[in-house]
């Protein structure tokens, strides 16, 4: 039982580059999502995925896409990448966005991304 | 913008002793967790308190809840090296499950 798992580890990419992050989970949970970590500033939600199917633009959502590939997958594509989107991603999981579920999350180790 | 704001933002005690640090918020909430980040890795979830909740244990963790003071505390007793990590508070303030995190109490335990 892996949890969640993203690729890759790290990447470097050059300014303007395009890439696509990978996550995939194996809880069978509903919804999932995508971070950024930057020193000092905790995670900040990119996009999410509250069940498959539907997606909606987080709290930093410009630069980047996403797509909900099937239940278990949820990608994070940056189309031409920015100095400004050197981060730490992590993709995570719950059971789903419903109430009367605690939406306890559960993170991937992240991907290390330098945009130069 | 973040929900949660932790208090201090770095803490370093020896093993033995207790730890504690705070979590303040700014919007009504329908729950709180707190999750441990170890260097290099993702977050792991350690405890969920709700709001109609004012303490809440779990082997050596104790969280509290004051809701009308918008702010929450994490007390881990008698801390060990392998507690060192980063502790994050969660909040799910202005929609139901989206947590939105604080930036962080870096904890150093030392032998």
């Known amino acids: 039982n892996a949890g969640v798992t993203q690729t890759p580890k790290f990447q470097v990419l050059k300014t303007g580059q395009s890439m696509t992050l990978q996550c995939a989970q194996d809880?069978?949970?509903?919804?999932m999502y995508w971070y950024r970590q930057d020193p000092g500033m905790g995670l900040r939600l990119i996009y999410y995925s509250a069940s498959e199917g539907t997606t909606d633009k987080g709290e930093v959502p410009n630069g980047y896409n996403v797509s909900r590939l099937n239940k278990r997958e949820f990608s994070l594509r940056l189309e031409s990448a920015a100095p400004s989107q050197t981060s730490v991603y992590f993709c995570a999981s719950s059971e789903g966005l419903n109430r009367g579920w605690d939406n306890i999350q559960y993170f991937g180790a992240g991907t290390r991304l330098s945009v130069l | 913008s973040q929900q949660g704001e932790e208090d201090p933002q770095a803490l370093s005690i020896q093993e033995g002793e207790n730890a504690t640090m705070n979590c303040s918020y700014k919007?009504?909430?329908?729950?709180l967790q707190w999750y441990r980040q170890n260097s290099g890795r993702g977050l792991v979830h350690l405890i969920l308190?709700?709001?109609?909740?004012r303490e809440k244990h779990s082997g050596r963790l104790r969280v509290t809840l004051d809701t009308s003071k918008k702010s929450s505390s994490l007390l881990i007793t008698a801390s060990r090296a392998a507690d060192t990590a980063s502790y994050f508070c969660a909040t799910d303030g202005d929609s139901w499950g989206k947590l939105q995190f604080g930036a962080g109490t870096q904890v150093v335990v030392t032998p």
């Open positions: 809880m069978n949970h509903n919804s």
């Open positions: 919007t009504s909430i329908n729950n």
């Open positions: 308190i709700r709001s109609n909740e």
